[in-house]
């Protein structure tokens, strides 16, 4: 894998701007950027992972029973707020 990428110039722009104005450099802002939309990315695929896991499993309601929870909920709390 190459350790080059070619980035568009009004991104060249962007990040000796923001490199300017910080103690990074412009290398160690892409680092951390990619760093992070791969960890994002990572625990994205692992929550649909947990979800198909449950979906399988039958770990799930109906739309009508999640609207029927989230108005008792809401229901609570406005409950608690005029009690207030």
């Not at 894998?1 to 290398?27: C, D, F, V, W, Y």
């Not at 680092?31 to 896991?53: F, R, S």
Request: proline share 2%; no cysteine; glycine share 4%.
């Amino acid at each position: 894998m190459s350790n080059t990428i070619t980035l568009p110039q009004t991104l060249i722009k962007r990040l000796e701007k923001i490199s300017a104005g910080s103690r990074h450099t412009p290398e160690s802002i892409v680092k951390q950027a990619i760093k992070n939309h791969l960890d994002y990315e990572e625990w994205k695929l692992e929550q649909i992972d947990a979800g198909l896991a449950d979906i399988k499993a039958g770990r799930v309601i109906s739309h009508e029973e999640m609207i029927a929870r989230m108005d008792r909920k809401i229901g609570a709390a406005n409950a608690r707020k005029k009690a207030a």
